[in-house]
């Protein structure tokens, strides 16, 4: 067995070292940016898409009573039950853009209780990986430092040919 270690390059584990400190820059600023993802699709479907189609709501709804004032005023004027088809049709139009607006009124709540539901367990895995990039991987840079002082420290302690081992002149 021999007495010594057989190290061979230093640089291939300071090379190593410095490929980490790499990656957990690249890996630290990655997660950030997918953790700062989930909060930000929640603030555009509660500020940007639900109060859009509120405010659209409103204005289909608006447009149908408006249909349904010129359809009922037509059927005034003329006496008779049979109004204008394109009134009628005016009338049909506004409904269905109401029917489809409330749709994507619960479409969006959907979205919003779905994005909390699916979102929830991936956010902790995402936070268990930043804790780890913060935490455990600062410790292996450091270890990785002190094996490349230990490895240099012993390759500059070898022990000249000739020279005496274990202390002493022979026993």
């Known amino acids: ?3 010594h270690a057989q190290v061979t390059s230093i640089e291939a584990i300071e090379a190593l070292r410095s490929d980490l400190i790499v990656y957990l820059g690249k890996a ?3 997660v950030e940016d997918i953790s700062s993802e989930v909060p930000r699709a929640r603030n555009w479907l509660e500020s940007a898409c639900y109060p859009q189609w509120e405010r659209e709501m409103r204005a289909r709804k608006y447009k149908l009573e408006e ?7 037509a059927r005034l004027s003329t006496l008779s039950r ?3 088809p394109v009134l009628i049709m005016a009338v049909q139009r506004a409904e269905r853009a ?3 607006a409330e749709a994507k009124i619960k479409v969006i709540k959907k979205w919003d209780r779905e994005l909390e539901n699916q979102a929830e367990p991936m956010v902790k895995q995402i936070d268990m990986l930043q804790g780890f990039l913060t935490s455990e991987m600062p410790g292996a840079v450091a270890y990785l430092t002190q ?3 230990t490895l240099e420290a012993y390759a500059d302690a070898q022990p000249t040919p000739g020279a005496p081992r274990n202390g002493g002149e022979g026993a």
């Open 1 to 3: 067995m021999p007495e």
């Open 28 to 30: 630290r600023a990655a």
């Open 67 to 73: 249909a349904q004032n010129e359809l009922f005023t």
């Open 82 to 84: 049979s109004a204008s």
């Open 98 to 100: 109401v029917r489809e």
């Open 147 to 149: 094996i490349i002082k």
